[in-house]
């Protein structure tokens, strides 16, 4: 059971997933750094002074009464908050990679298309072999009729 384990861990396609997660992982963290460090607050001070992360709506006071200055003192006091701000950043987290996504797959399927060979255009006639057009159905060389 082991060596078939190894055999599994080891296969080409389980490394390159493994390595991708990784990389997705890394890839994450430097989004949300982009979105909550550099994005954010130019658009919150465009907008005057609004820290988006503070953004919540009250539900439930929590053990010390209300108003809470921001969202970490309303969860600390226990208060029950829909938390608009960090949804915010998190759909603009998912539109930022899911845009290099696109970008991602839109090249390698460029590439693709690019070493694909182009469709035939001719085809060779059975009884002389010359070079005919594909839809023909005379030899133009030979007059054969073709199949």
Do not use: H, W
Request: aromatic content about 8%; proline content about 7%; glycine content about 6%.
């Amino acid at each position: 059971m082991l060596k078939e384990f190894k055999e599994f861990a080891l296969r080409g396609n389980v490394l390159d997933m493994a390595v991708g997660i990784i990389i997705g992982a890394a890839f994450s963290l430097i989004v949300n750094s982009l979105v909550n460090d550099v994005l954010m607050p130019p658009i919150g001070l465009l907008l005057g002074n609004v820290d988006f992360s503070n953004i919540f709506i009250l539900l439930q006071a929590g053990k010390t009464p209300p108003p809470y200055a921001s969202l970490a003192e309303a969860q600390a006091a226990g208060a029950v908050t829909i938390n608009i701000g960090l949804f915010i950043n998190t759909v603009i987290n998912f539109l930022i990679v899911a845009f290099v996504l696109f970008l991602v797959i839109r090249s390698v399927n460029q590439l693709r298309r690019q070493s694909e060979p182009p469709a035939p255009t001719t085809r060779e006639c059975p009884y002389c072999l010359s070079q005919i057009p594909l839809n023909a159905k005379r030899c133009a060389y030979c007059t054969s009729e073709l199949p």
